[in-house]
Structures are given as C-alpha cells and as structure tokens.
C-alpha cells in the first residue's frame, strides 16, 4: 500500500470483529477515502496499540511501546510512500513534539518518511464543526503523494 492510516487502538466493534475501523468512524473514514478515488483495499490501516484498552481509555505509555516495534514491522514490510496519523495518538509516537492543533493536514518529512497528522474520524462525529477541517485536510493527501514521488 502506498498509505498507511494509523489510528489508536480498537473500539468496540473494532474489538469484536478484529479489524480497525469498522464502526461510525471507520465509515467516515472509508467516505473520506472515496472523496479521494481510494477504496479502503488501497491502503493499509492499522492501530498503535492491537487491543481495546479497558474502559476504552487511552492507551498507557507502557502499552503504546509494547506494540511500537510491531507497529514499527508493518511499516517496514509495507513501506508505505505515506503515513497519515488519525489523531494525536498516532501521531505523538512518531512526532511527539507536535500538537495536533497545529500540526492537523501538514506533512512533515522525518527519518526519511513522509507522516500527514489528521484529526481522528471520530473526533468529527462528536464535534460537526471539525468534520470539514478533516475533509478539507484529506483531501491533500492525492497532491502530497504527486509531490512524494
């Protein structure tokens, strides 16, 4: 896959059917790619950490680097021209000293990869008003590969 989206770690539905993104935000998500002339069969997506955290709470620093080097082997095996952060979670591993906020729909170049930190699906859903934010920054994504080639 040419792009990898990673998310923060399973939720519900994602739990029980062992695949990211496939509840409310993973629909949004799969809108979002078809804005842009992708399938999800044209990318990667995967979490930081492979299981729902209890309670649903945030992963713990502990767990994020139990699963660091997994999540460190799939981007090697899949060398993606691409990786897009969906949220400040996935994004922090990689670019800790940024703040979504700020950093939302720019790409920055680090380690010899190319990283475009997003505002998660869900964080759309629960707040209407970002949902344009995270399409206008998407839709990006065709124009930063064109430029990554």
């Known amino acids: 896959a040419e792009i990898i989206f ?10 029980e059917l062992g695949r990211p993104f496939v509840g409310a935000a993973g629909k949004f998500l799969e809108e979002m790619l078809g804005s842009i002339q992708l ?10 950490v492979k299981y729902r955290p209890p309670g649903n709470r945030d992963p713990l620093p502990e767990e994020v680097a139990e699963f660091k080097p ?6 090697e095996i899949i060398s993606p021209r691409l990786i897009v952060f969906l949220g400040r979670h996935s994004m922090n591993v990689f670019l800790p000293e940024l703040r979504i906020g700020q950093a939302h729909g720019q ?12 505002y998660h699906p869900a964080a759309a859903l629960y707040n209407g008003g970002m949902r344009q934010t995270l399409v206008d920054d998407f839709s990006k994504i065709p124009t930063i590969l064109e430029q990554i080639k």
């Not at 399938?39 to 930081?48: A, C, F, H």
């Not at 997994?70 to 981007?75: A, E, G, K, P, S």
């Open 6 to 15: 990673i998310g923060e770690a399973p939720g519900v539905k994602e739990d």
């Open 39 to 48: 399938d999800r069969t044209d990318v990667y997506i995967t979490n930081i």
């Open 70 to 75: 997994i999540l460190l082997q799939q981007i």
């Open 107 to 118: 790409p920055f170049r680090k380690n010899g990869r190319v990283f475009l930190p997003l």
